[in-house]
C-alpha cells in the first residue's frame, strides 16, 4: 500500500533580524493509511513547523518552505491557497496544541464545530449541520451532546476541550490527521480517555496519523513508527519498538535516560540531557548534536565537522544519523541506559 502522506527533504526558513531560522533542515518520512507516525523531540526541534508546512499554514511573506509534499498523490507544496483550503478539514486536519486558545471565547462550541462542516458541505441545511455535530459530539465522548452544543469553551474540563477539538477535526472524515501535542496539560486519566478515542477513530475510519509529542509514554503507547528530531533535522527513524527498546542516536538515549522507568532502580537519579538546545540561526557544524553529545571521543574526530546522513542502524527498517561506529554505540549504550526502557 502507498503512504497516504509523503515528505521529501522538506525545508523551512524564517528570515529575522538576526539571521535565516533553519527550523526545518530536509526532513523526509512517509506515512500509511490506519497507522501513526510520532514525530518527538525537545521544544524547539522542528515538530511543530514540520506540521504547519503539510497543511500549508506558514506565512509564505514571512517562511520559505521548500522540498516536496504528496498527500494521497497529490503535491502540495506550490498549490494555490484556496486549493489548499478545499484540502484542509476535508482530506487533512489538524488538532492544536492549546484547545482553549484555539476555540473562540465568544461562539458555542456546536456553533464552530459546524463552521468546520459547512465549509465543506455548503449545500447542508441548518439541522442537518447540527445533527451532525451533535453525532460528532457524542461519538468523542462529549455527555448530553445535544445539550452542550450550545455551552461555550469556558463551561468545558481541558479533557472536554480537547475533544471538541477531535471533533472538529475529524467531522468531514479527513483521511490524515495531524494532532500536535493532544494531550498536554490532562491528567493521565484523561490522557487514556484521549489517546484511547483517537485509537478507536483511527481503527473506524482508517485514519493516517501524525502524533506530535515530546511525551515517551503517550508515544509507546500509540506509534507504529517514530521519527525523532533535534535542530530541525532527523536524527532517528524508525519503527517504535526499535526506536524506543533499542535507540542508535545518543540524543534518543537521553530523551529516554531522562524519561522514569518502574524497572529502573529508583536509588539511580534520572539523566538529563546536558546543555540546551542550539540556536537555529547557527545550528553547530558537523552534528548538531555533538555540543551535548557524551561520546564524540569515540566517532574519530567527525563529530564537529561532518554531518552524519542516516543510515541503516539497529534492526531492518531503523535509520540514525550517527558517526558512532555500531559496535561501539552497541557498547556505550549498554553501559549507559540499557536500564531504561518505555513500554509499550
Known amino acids: 500500500m ?10 523551512v526558513g524564517f528570515t529575522t533580524p538576526a539571521g535565516v531560522v533553519r527550523a526545518v533542515d530536509g526532513v523526509s518520512f512517509a506515512v500509511h493509511p490506519g497507522r501513526t507516525l510520532a514525530v518527538v523531540g ?20 514571512r517562511a520559505t518552505v521548500t522540498g516536496e509534499i504528496t498527500l494521497g498523490g497529490r503535491p502540495l507544496l506550490g498549490r494555490p491557497e484556496r486549493e489548499l483550503r478545499r484540502l484542509r478539514g ?29 465549509v465543506h458541505h455548503p449545500r447542508a441545511g441548518r439541522a442537518a449541520t447540527r445533527r451532525r455535530v451533535v453525532e460528532m459530539l457524542g461519538r468523542v465522548g462529549i455527555p448530553q451532546p445535544a445539550r452542550r452544543y450550545d455551552d461555550y469553551p469556558h463551561q468545558f474540563s481541558g479533557g472536554m476541550r480537547q475533544r471538541v477539538m477531535i471533533a472538529m477535526a475529524l467531522v468531514n472524515d479527513p483521511d490524515l490527521l495531524i494532532a500536535d501535542e493532544p494531550t498536554t496539560a490532562l491528567d493521565v486519566t484523561v490522557q487514556a480517555q484521549i489517546l484511547a478515542l483517537l485509537a478507536d477513530l483511527q481503527a473506524e475510519f482508517g485514519t493516517a496519523i501524525v502524533l506530535v509529542s515530546h511525551d515517551l509514554g503517550v508515544v509507546g503507547q500509540v506509534a507504529d513508527e517514530v521519527l525523532v528530531m533535534y535542530a530541525g533535522r532527523v536524527v532517528e527513524q524508525g519503527g517504535a519498538e526499535s526506536v524506543l527498546r533499542r535507540p542508535q542516536h545518543p540524543y534518543t538515549w537521553g530523551l529516554l535516560s531522562s524519561v522514569p522507568s518502574l524497572r529502573g532502580d529508583p536509588e539511580v537519579d534520572l539523566r538529563p540531557i546536558p546543555g540546551h538546545p542550539p540556536s537555529l540561526v547557527e545550528v553547530p557544524s558537523g552534528c548538531a548534536f555533538h555540543p551535548r553529545c557524551r561520546y564524540p571521543q569515540y566517532a574519530g574526530g567527525r563529530c564537529p565537522t561532518e554531518r552524519p546522513e542516516l543510515r541503516p542502524a539497529g534492526t531492518p527498517g531503523q535509520r540514525a544519523a550517527c558517526h558512532l561506529p555500531g559496535e561501539e554505540r552497541a557498547r556505550r549504550y549498554a553501559e549507559d541506559v540499557a536500564r531504561v526502557g518505555v513500554a509499550r
Request: charged share 25%.
Open 42 to 61: 525537545e521544544s524547539g526541534s522542528g515538530k511543530s513547523v514540520t506540521s504547519l508546512a503539510i497543511l500549508g499554514l506558514h506565512d509564505p511573506r
Open 90 to 118: 476535508r482530506d487533512m486536519a489538524m488538532i492544536f496544541q492549546d484547545p482553549l486558545s484555539a476555540l473562540h471565547p465568544y461562539y458555542p462550541v456546536g456553533r464552530q464545530v459546524a463552521e468546520a462542516y459547512r
Open 2 to 11: 502507498d503512504p497516504y502522506l509523503r515528505v521529501d527533504d522538506l525545508r
